[in-house]
């Protein structure tokens, strides 16, 4: 059973998406909040496995509160979904350095919406390899801060490769096909470098390639 939490000050927002997702046998709307404060709050007490946060909430936002989240060493099972009505805004990227697994525009088509937290819940990041090539053509060209004790010199040769495959946007397949290797040890390079750099999801290995300078804006 995939346990849920959803974040957003908007009663109308919760209550349709705790509709869309109750009728899934698989899926459980395990608690509600209506500002970012209480969003930490019952990602505390309930610890679902995911929590859906609007990115704009009174009290605290949905950045602060996926920061908060994801810095809790309790709460490393919980994937948080950014929800935002603007697709690719700039609140995005800061989400995603905050600690967020993807996002989701509001206006998602129902289907699309319950895969998405089936998607999360594995552990995968939400972001689709064209959805992640657009956003570092909107953000990883800006200059960043170089983030310290990455754990990057940690990697291997292999896994750094994929890791800088990743955040060009390529699916485990697509990087098989680039290493001439077989999906599931690419899956495995992924996922080991994620353990080593302490990446909650594929989102954070994204971000962790940019602003360590593992790559640029290049095409791989």
Same mark, same amino acid.
């Given at each position: 059973?995939?346990? $849920? ?5 908007? *009663? ?35 610890? =679902? ?5 609007? @990115? ?16 809790? *060493?309790?709460?490393? &099972?919980?994937?948080? @979904?950014?929800?935002t009505n603007? &697709? ?12 967020? !697994? &993807?996002?989701?525009?509001?206006? $998602?088509? *129902? ?5 998405? $937290?089936?998607?999360?819940?594995? &552990?995968?990041?939400?972001?689709? =390899? ?12 800006? =200059? ?42 690419? /899956? ?7 353990? /080593? $750099? ?8 994204? @971000?962790? !390639? ?8 290049r095409a791989?």
């Open positions: 059973m995939i346990r $849920v939490l959803l974040a957003d000050d908007q *009663p109308l927002i919760r209550s349709g998406f705790r509709a869309l997702l109750e009728i899934e046998d698989d899926i459980e709307v395990v608690a509600e909040a209506a500002d970012g404060r209480e969003a930490v709050a019952r990602a505390a007490e309930h610890r =679902p496995d995911i929590a859906l946060v609007d @990115v704009q909430m009174p009290v605290m936002d949905g950045i602060e509160a996926t920061r908060r989240i994801a810095a809790d *060493p309790a709460l490393t &099972g919980v994937h948080v @979904v950014i929800l603007y &697709g690719l805004d700039e609140y995005v990227f800061h989400a995603l350095r905050a600690g967020a !697994a &993807g996002f989701l525009v509001k206006d $998602v088509q *129902p289907d699309d919406f319950v895969h998405a $937290v089936r998607v999360a819940a594995r &552990g995968d990041a939400l972001l689709a =390899p064209s959805i992640t090539r657009t956003l570092i053509d909107r953000y990883v060209s800006q =200059p960043l801060r170089p983030a310290p004790g990455t754990g990057l010199s940690e990697l291997t040769r292999r896994e750094r490769e994929a890791v800088a495959l990743v955040a060009h946007g390529l699916s485990n397949d697509e990087i098989a096909a680039r290493m001439v290797i077989s999906p599931l040890t690419a /899956k495995t390079h992924v996922n080991r470098a994620m353990a /080593k $750099v302490h990446a909650r999801d594929r989102a954070q290995l994204v @971000v962790l !390639a940019y602003e360590s300078g593992l790559v640029s804006r791989p």
